[in-house]
């Protein structure tokens, strides 16, 4: 009842009139109207503010939150109490819930989300779990920071100033000399530090109506792009240091599961058919999304909101699988709530631009901080054993990977060879014994090999990391609890 009370005193007037609140419990959006999981994106599981804080009063909840639209923006600085960025923006400021970070609520018009590290900018598709702890020394009203927020997107204000001469250059395009002021103009648009979907959709609409080809305009773009690899908001290169200077800005990795799985990042899980591969990652998926537990009962593994895609089976056996494993932890797919998400029956192919667009877009509606996809073979229509097909695949997940802030952990099959390592249990395997192209396991900043042991075991080896030490090899059991098989329970031993 204290939380409750200082919501209703600190939260400014002007959002305690609008029809944008829910209640939540362990952070899972609820409708206050029917206690039903509330959604982001579906305005009729939002209720009054009057109605949120009726319902939160239920010990079966945790409190109120406040779900986001235009021209509503939200500002979340996570792990830091810093306020160099409330103080730019002097609008309502709170606590988060955790006490170790800040929540602010302003106006304002932004071109896209933000995400990055210990920092997100939204104005939908979010929500804030409120606290009225408000910081006192910033306004107890809704300031209109639209100028104020410019300079966290600064990259695209950059962009769009090189649209002068970007229009003059690509007017003055002679049919003969395409390819070097091609070049030239995607060039300096690099160094303005323009993403890759930026600098197609300024320059290809001009090179299409001088009979442009496709092809050659992607591969200088594959030329131009070749050596980035960070986010697209970072500088693409760097400047070389001296040894102290380098040594002392240490750069810190950032976790989902610490020492296994990096955020941002790009894994793959390895195996031989039937090796429980699937298994592994279904429990990573449900920890996260439950809010941070414990991943194959001996793993802690942050808060995460996760996708998962299945392109290998039956519909029906992922839904089997889920409600199984999801009732053996003694859950319910409403504490999931708006965490988890389940793609089946559906084919994306990441090569095909049709496709590959139809995906960005889906990422953009969903935001997922892990994308887990079973199985990297069924994600693109690429020869696995061609270098250059099989980079082009890499370097769009890479892309989505930068744009959305998101690890990717693809389910992968190994080679023929592997077949000799796993009848030798003392013979670690090799990420060498992947399928397909070298180019597979050297893009992987992690792999996990998985081995089968008998019939409900299988070992796990952490055959490659580049963000730290490798995990001793362990293995996983899946166990039914019941004679029907609808809990299902997957752990490390």
Not at 406 to 423: G, L, S, V, W
Not at 435 to 456: L, W, Y
Request: charge should be positive; glycine fraction near 6%.
């Amino acid at each position: 009842m204290i939380l409750l009370n200082r919501i209703r005193n600190n939260v400014p007037a002007e959002l305690k009139q609008l029809n944008q609140w829910v209640i939540h419990k362990n952070k899972v959006p609820y409708n206050a109207k029917n206690s039903q999981p509330a959604k982001s994106n579906d305005e009729s599981t939002w209720s009054d503010f009057n109605m949120a804080l009726k319902a939160a009063r239920s010990p079966q909840f945790d409190g109120v939150g406040f779900m986001f639209k235009p021209p509503y923006v939200g500002i979340d600085i996570d792990k830091s109490l810093d306020l160099t960025i409330p103080s730019k923006l002097q609008s309502y400021t709170e606590y988060s819930p955790s006490g170790k970070g800040i929540h602010i609520i302003c106006k304002g018009n932004i071109p896209r989300a933000l995400k990055k590290s210990g920092l997100e900018i939204y104005n939908g598709f979010r929500y804030f779990t409120m606290t009225g702890h408000r910081i006192t020394q910033f306004p107890k009203s809704i300031i209109n920071c639209t100028d104020r927020l410019k300079e966290f997107f600064e990259v695209k204000e950059k962009a769009h100033k090189a649209q002068n001469w970007l229009s003059q250059a690509l007017n003055e395009l002679q049919e003969g000399n395409i390819h070097n002021t091609t070049l030239a103009i995607l060039g300096k648009l690099h160094r303005a530090r323009c993403s890759r979907n930026d600098m197609e959709a300024l320059v290809w609409p001009y090179l299409e109506k001088i009979g442009g080809d496709r092809d050659a305009f992607e591969a200088r773009l594959d030329s131009i792009f070749k050596y980035t690899n960070g986010p697209i908001e970072s500088p693409l290169f760097s400047l070389a240091q001296n040894v102290s200077t380098f040594l002392d800005q240490e750069e810190t990795v950032e976790w989902i599961c610490e020492g296994l799985v990096p955020r941002r990042s790009l894994g793959f899980v390895a195996g031989l058919p039937e090796t429980m591969k699937t298994w592994f990652l279904m429990d990573l998926a449900l920890e996260c999304a439950r809010g941070g537990g414990d991943w194959l009962g001996r793993f802690s593994v942050s808060n995460a909101r996760v996708l998962f895609i299945d392109q290998e089976r039956f519909k029906g056996e992922t839904q089997r699988r889920f409600k199984a494993l999801i009732a053996a932890k003694g859950l319910t797919a409403q504490d999931l709530g708006n965490q988890l998400f389940i793609q089946c029956g559906t084919t994306t192919r990441i090569n095909l631009q049709h496709s590959f667009d139809a995906f960005r877009k889906q990422l953009a509606e969903i935001r997922p901080d892990i994308v887990l996809v079973d199985s990297f073979a069924t994600f693109h229509t690429a020869e696995e054993n061609n270098r250059k097909d099989v980079q082009i695949v890499l370097e769009r997940i890479k892309e989505l990977r930068n744009e959305f802030g998101c690890t990717f952990i693809m389910i992968h099959h190994e080679n023929k060879n592997a077949f000799r390592t796993a009848e030798n249990e003392d013979e670690e395997p090799s990420i060498a014994q992947m399928a397909g192209n070298v180019a597979i396991p050297a893009a992987a900043e992690f792999v996990f090999t998985v081995r089968r042991k008998d019939i409900n075991s299988s070992f796990i080896y952490h055959t490659k990391s580049t963000t730290g030490p490798k995990e001793a090899p362990f293995y996983i059991s899946v166990r039914d609890l019941d004679e029907k098989k609808t809990k299902i329970k997957v752990e490390a031993e």
